[in-house]
């Protein structure tokens, strides 16, 4: 069983940057893919970014591609998005998730609460 916190969600204007963080408890985070995503008002939830397990690989939605990092340290348990040249449009609740195993796509196990990020125009 694992559990994931988000934080780091705020308001921002445009252009602005933000950095989410998503903890994770127990002692098996670094066997976990770990992956965002985010779902806007009267919108499906869409995936954002994945990290494999040993941080060596990412992806991520065109969407934000060149503007958003996803990292780990396996040490902390943690995950990271840092969000640069935020836009409204990427306003949503974003989600951390965990799944088994090296795939990004496919069905992920674990879920957070979530954190609000809005951008201002």
């Known amino acids: 069983q694992v559990q994931l916190v988000e934080s780091g969600g705020g308001l921002v204007q445009a252009g602005g940057s933000l950095r989410l963080s998503c903890a994770a408890s127990?002692?098996?985070?670094?066997?976990?893919?770990m992956g965002w995503f985010r779902q806007a008002p009267g919108k499906e939830r869409e995936f954002v970014a994945a990290i494999i397990r040993s941080g060596g690989y990412t992806y991520y939605a065109d969407s934000v591609k060149g503007r958003f990092t996803i990292s780990r340290d396996n040490a902390k348990n943690t995950v990271y998005l840092q969000m640069n040249s935020l836009k409204p449009e990427d306003t949503a609740v974003y989600y951390c998730?965990?799944?088994?195993?090296?795939?990004?796509?496919?069905?992920?196990?674990?879920w957070g609460q979530g954190t609000q990020v809005t951008v201002s125009s």
């Open positions: 998730a965990a799944k088994s195993g090296y795939a990004y796509v496919g069905s992920y196990d674990y």
């Open positions: 127990g002692r098996t985070f670094s066997s976990y893919t």
